[in-house]
Structure formats: C-alpha cells, structure tokens
C-alpha cells in the first residue's frame, strides 16, 4: 500500500458503507448497477477512496458483464494480486496507492481491445473527472 494508508476508523469515516464494504472489505456491487457501467463520457477515472487517476476514459469499452470495462489502467495506478476467493484463482486489481479493491482483471475473452484483457471495475470503487 502507498501513501494513502488509514486505518480501518479512518477509511470509516470518510467513505460510504457500500465504499468501505467494497473499496475496504473486497466486496462486489450487484450487476447492472452502477453508475459508470453505461457512462461514456470523456475524462479520467479515479479511486474513489484517495482520489488517484487509475483508468482514461479511451480505455472503457462495452464488455456486457454488467460492470464498467477497460482494457488498460494508467501505469502504475493499479496493482495485481492472486485471488483464491470463491473458490476459483483470479486475479485482484487494487488502487496502487491506498490498496482500495477495484474489482477483477481477466484475460484471453477474445475482446477486440488492444491488451485482450478486462478490467471489470465496480463503479463504488471509482469516482470520475470530465475532460
């Protein structure tokens, strides 16, 4: 984690509870919900814990799964991380400086995207800036 560390109390007080449960707690946001999945705008995605630009908009593509999709994050914003929840491995995709769970990133879909990979990104775990 960098330097955008705070104890539990501490992320507590400035997030949501839907934020905490899923920035903090690693939880999930129900399909179909979220207020960037169908969002088009151009602009950048930030964490919505520490406010870290993670995603551009030119990278967000429609997968269909239900949540936003991108196919590149800026480099270095997020960091991967083996996930043996749920009793499967996938890989975990986190903000990079407070460690705020972003969702899953998954690859070979045969998406026409330049990387083949989609970061499926809950949309509690994103705030946006338009350019």
């Not at 551009?56 to 996930?83: L, M, Q, Y």
Request: net charge negative.
């Amino acid at each position: 984690m960098g330097a955008n560390s705070k104890s539990e109390d501490e992320w507590r007080a400035i997030l949501s509870p839907e934020q905490f449960r899923i920035l903090r707690q690693k939880g999930t946001e129900a399909p179909n919900t979220g207020n960037y999945n169908h969002h088009d705008a151009s602009g950048v995605y930030a964490c919505a814990g520490c406010g870290t630009p993670l995603y551009k908009s030119n990278t967000k593509f429609n997968s269909g799964c239900g949540w936003p999709a991108f196919f590149d994050a800026i480099p270095g914003a997020v960091s991967r991380h083996e996930d043996r929840s749920m009793f499967m491995t996938r890989i975990e995709i986190t903000c990079t400086a407070c460690g705020g769970h972003l969702g899953h990133v998954f690859k070979g879909e045969g998406f026409d995207t330049p990387t083949d990979e989609r970061h499926c990104v809950n949309s509690v775990s994103l705030s946006f800036k338009e350019e």
